[in-house]
C-alpha cells in the first residue's frame, strides 16, 4: 500500500486552498555530513503533483554562499567526499543555469547561510518524479554536497565552488519504490 503524507494539511486547513491540491510524498531523503561525521543538516525531495521539489536544511556551516549540487554516485566518504563523483549530469551538459551549455540536472541555487550556521532552500528539479528517480536511483545511487564557496552558475564543472564540506546519500522512500515498480 502506498502512503503518501499530507504536508500542506495546514495550508488545506485554513481553507484557502482548494481541496485538490495534489497530495505530496517524500522520494527520498539525504542526512548531510560533515567530514568529521557530525550532523550538517537534511535535504529531502518531495514530489507532489508529478512536481519534484528539493528542500534543505543546512545547519553547523560558515556563513555565506555555497554551492549545491546532486552529485551521480550515492558515496559520502570524508574527509573530501570526491566519491560522490560529479554532478549529476545524465544529458551531458555543462555546468551551470548562466552557461550557454547548461545546465546540468544536478545544478541547484546556492545555499546561503546566516550567521548562525543555518540555511535553507527549496528548488524544483526539472523533468518527472519518475524519469528523475531513475537518473537518482541508478545502480550506484546519488548524493547532495555542500561546497566551501559560491557557486558561480557557469564554470564546467563544478562552479568554482570549492572543496566538498558536506555530503548525504539519498536513500529512498521504501513506498515510493514499491510504487516504482
Ligand atoms: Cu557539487
Do not use: W
Not at 502506498?2 to 486547513?13: C, D, G, M, P
Amino acid at each position: 500500500m502506498i502512503r503518501t503524507i499530507l504536508l500542506l494539511s495546514a495550508v488545506l486547513a485554513t481553507g484557502s486552498v482548494s481541496a485538490a491540491m495534489p497530495t505530496a510524498h517524500v522520494l527520498a531523503t539525504a542526512s548531510l555530513v560533515a567530514a568529521d561525521g557530525t550532523s550538517r543538516g537534511e535535504a529531502t525531495l518531495i514530489e507532489a503533483g508529478g512536481v519534484v521539489t528539493l528542500n534543505v536544511k543546512g545547519l553547523g556551516l560558515p556563513p555565506g554562499d555555497h554551492g549545491a549540487h546532486l552529485h551521480a554516485i550515492g558515496k559520502c566518504d570524508a574527509p573530501g567526499f570526491t566519491t560522490a563523483g560529479p554532478h549529476l549530469n545524465p544529458a551531458g551538459k555543462m555546468h551551470g543555469m548562466m552557461n550557454p551549455q547548461g545546465s546540468h540536472l544536478g545544478d541547484l541555487p546556492n545555499l546561503s547561510v546566516a550567521a548562525d550556521g543555518t540555511g535553507s532552500l527549496a528548488f524544483r528539479i526539472d523533468g518527472s518524479a519518475a524519469a528523475l528517480s531513475h537518473d537518482l536511483f541508478d545502480a550506484d545511487g546519488s548524493a547532495i554536497v555542500i561546497h566551501a564557496a559560491a557557486d558561480d552558475y557557469k564554470t564546467d564543472p563544478s562552479g568554482n565552488s570549492g572543496p566538498r564540506i558536506a555530503c548525504g546519500v539519498f536513500v529512498r522512500t521504501p513506498t515510493d519504490t514499491a510504487q516504482a515498480e
